[in-house]
Structures are given as structure tokens and as C-alpha cells.
DNA sequence: CTAATATAGTTCGTGTTATGAACAGTACGT
DNA sequence: ACGTACTGTTCATAACACGAACTATATTAG
């Protein structure tokens, strides 16, 4: 029987394999990688961390309530707190109590907010656009199809 | 001429647009998030953390100085110090020094973090793999490849 | 060979991000 | 009116990330 706990001993690798011919699935997450990496250098252009540029984009559309915007951030509450406390404090975000249900805040963009969030929003577009470079109609409709399947079923999994 | 710094008031949306229709650079971002979550569950069912895992993932191919791994992590070198500190006093991974270059540290996984790095990357191979269901191996390789291109790009475009 | 420079890592101070538990207020069904 | 569910905050804690300053080793120039 093996033992969990073992001493500190380096363990020699099997093979080297060098970076050529990965599986798609490895490649999906080096591309998440990648799209992280472009939101983040976007994001510090303008001056924003990668966490305060994605809580802006997501009130582009209009104003959301902490719970709905935790859901979309897959946030707990209580770190979507300190997000929008952070952004509040910067004069990105305002919160208003809402008239019909006085629990839920709505978050909205202050207009200093609305600028930069669609700034970083189509810079992101913009460098995701150059790195999938030429492609032509059909395999961007197929690329997106596949895309957009794969996040509904992360969706369904999701209950 | 506007000014930057504006009064904190909320600012109406243009058009509360639904879910439908989104397009592919948006569907990419999505994407990442949905990767990023993926991991993110699959380590912390391994009792790791998303980051701690990305770590162990790319040194079950064998050990890798602290320069390279900050490279392929995109960690300044002082935070990628943190992360191994913490990997280590986890028993997950070793420092030696290489005999080579007496700068480098040589950092490996011990057994333990083999194990688990291995469980933790095949963990999440699976689930990427449910969430791309039926897909045919020509899509497969088409999608592949794109994917790889653009891998390609933002690696040229770093230089 | 020595001096200058570059590279590998660490340490330290600071700020951000994320969580869970405990809590307060509001809505809603019975 | 009561219990229950939901919304959001506070608090304590930990991981994460960065830049500047520093040590030590390697490399290059003269």
C-alpha cells in the first residue's frame, strides 16, 4: 500500500516531452491562459486589475444586483463585496438601493466607469481579434457554435 | 471637453442586450472564464489551489528552473517565490540547486505532488472533455489547430 | 585577470483577491 | 404574525501578485 505522506525527494520526470502536438483539451486551457493573460495586459493599460475590468464589462448592459453579478462572476458574496467596494472607491461604480425589492443593490457604472470599462472591453476585443487573425466566415460561425455550446453545458453543470 | 474625474452618479445603460448572439472574441473570454472555473473546482477537489495546480501541471513534464516556470506561468519572480514556498511547505515540490549553474533552483514535485498534479491535470482534461461532447475527430484537429495558431500569435507577439 | 554587467532567486512592504462564518435587514408564504 | 429564504455586509484569515532592494553566481569586456 502506498503512503500519502512521503519525504521531500525530487522524483525524476518520465519523459521529457518537448511542446510540439498537445490534445485539444490542454490547448483550450493554454488558450484560457492566453485570454487571461490579454485581459490583464489590457486592463493595466488602464489602470484596472484584471478582476475590476471583467466587473466592468459585465455592467456594460446596464446595472446589476450583487447576486446576479456574483453568479456571472462566480463570486461568494462576501469577495463581491470587497470587488465592488474596491471599484466604488475609485469612482467606477455606484450602488442604488432598488425601489421594488430594498435588499438588492444595483450596481451601475459611473460614466468615469462606462468609459474605461468599454475601453478595456474593446481593447480585449481588439487583441483577441489580431491573435485569431485571418478566418474566414463559415469557420468563425463553426468556432463560435462550438464555443458557445461548450459554455452552455458548463451552464447545465452548473444545475 | 470632458473631464476624467466625474461626479459618482450611476449612469443608464443604452440597451439591456440578452444573452443570444454574442460574438466569437466574446465567446473566448467566456471560454477562458469557464476553463478558469473548471480548474479552479477540479483543484480544489485536490485540496489546491487553482494556481498551486497550474504549478504542479507544468512540472509533471520534470523539473524547470524558477526563470522558465515564471515565463510559463506570466509570475513576476517574487510571486512565483511565494508560490513555491507554499508548494513546499506542502510537501508538493522540492528546490535543488543545479549543478550546472549554482543560481538555479531546480524545482520538482516529490511524489506526492506527481500524484496529485497528475490527478489534478487529468481531472480537468475530463471535464473539458465532457464539456466539448460529441465532436467529430475533423472539427477536433480543425479546432485544434486554431486554437494552437493563436497560442502561436500571442507567444510571437510577447517577442 | 579584474571590472562591469547580466542573470537567478529571495526578502520585504503593500495592496488585491477570495473565502466562510456570523450577522442584519427585507420579502414572502402560510 | 411566524418561519423561512434571500440580499448584502463585516470580520478574520489566507493566498496571490507586484516592485524595489538585495545577495550570489555567471558572463563579458578590457
Redesign the pocket.
Known amino acids: 500500500m502506498t503512503h500519502t505522506t512521503e519525504s521531500a525527494r525530487a522524483v525524476t520526470a518520465p519523459g521529457p516531452r518537448l511542446t510540439d502536438e498537445i490534445g485539444l483539451e490542454t490547448a483550450l486551457v493554454r488558450l484560457s491562459h492566453v485570454v487571461q493573460r490579454v485581459f490583464g495586459e489590457v486592463s493595466r493599460d488602464h489602470d484596472l486589475?484584471?478582476?475590476?475590468a471583467q466587473l466592468l464589462c459585465r455592467l456594460v448592459d446596464g446595472p446589476v444586483?450583487?447576486?446576479d453579478l456574483g453568479r456571472m462572476l462566480?463570486?461568494?458574496?462576501?469577495?463581491?463585496?470587497?470587488?465592488?467596494?474596491?471599484a466604488e472607491k475609485r469612482g467606477l461604480v455606484v450602488?442604488t438601493r432598488s425601489n421594488t425589492?430594498?435588499?438588492?443593490?444595483q450596481i451601475s457604472l459611473t460614466s468615469d466607469g462606462l468609459q474605461v470599462g468599454t475601453a478595456t472591453h474593446d481593447g480585449v476585443i481588439a487583441r483577441l481579434g489580431e491573435l485569431l487573425g485571418d478566418i474566414d466566415e463559415p469557420e468563425r460561425e463553426q468556432l463560435t457554435a462550438r464555443i458557445t455550446r461548450m459554455i452552455a453545458a458548463a451552464e447545465d453543470h452548473r444545475r
Chains 1, 2 share one sequence.
Open positions: 486589475t484584471a478582476q475590476q444586483g450583487m447576486a462566480d463570486l461568494e458574496k462576501s469577495s463581491l463585496t470587497g470587488l465592488v467596494d474596491r450602488r425589492d430594498r435588499r438588492v443593490y
